[in-house]
């Protein structure tokens, strides 16, 4: 790192330098067919990976929906996972891939339901 970036980087927002972050983690994971989520097509399979941003427990829909909503840098995505009221090793910081069909909520999110899920270390959990 030279004495200009150094500078660079201490001139940006919290913000940036974890979306950079993030952005450079899920571009090392690419080798396992990650793609960023900015790159979603609704009605397609995809893979992504993301960083629990926020977590989401509704136990009055029936037997419960758990939402993880997740971040890579270059977007977020909500993973709902339908019938479940807990979910053990889903916490807030946690690294996920997820694996699903993409789909936009009403909201217009992008959401995809009942992933195929990994958890992996994030970005700050090295």
Request: charged content about 20%.
């Amino acid at each position: 790192m030279t004495i200009r970036d150094f500078f660079s980087r201490l001139g940006r927002s919290p913000e940036e330098v974890r979306g950079e972050n993030l952005c450079d983690w899920v571009e090392s994971l690419k080798p396992v067919g990650v793609i960023p989520i900015e790159e979603v097509v609704p009605r397609q399979q995809v893979k992504v990976a993301g960083v629990i941003q926020n977590i989401r427990i509704h136990p009055s829909e029936g037997t419960g929906t758990i939402e993880a909503t997740i971040i890579d840098g270059t977007g977020e995505l909500i993973a709902k996972w339908l019938g479940r009221s807990s979910m053990p090793g889903i916490r807030l910081g946690m690294g996920l891939i997820l694996e699903g069909t993409g789909g936009v909520g009403k909201d217009g999110y992008l959401v995809i339901l009942n992933p195929d899920f990994s958890l992996v270390p994030g970005p700050e959990h090295g």
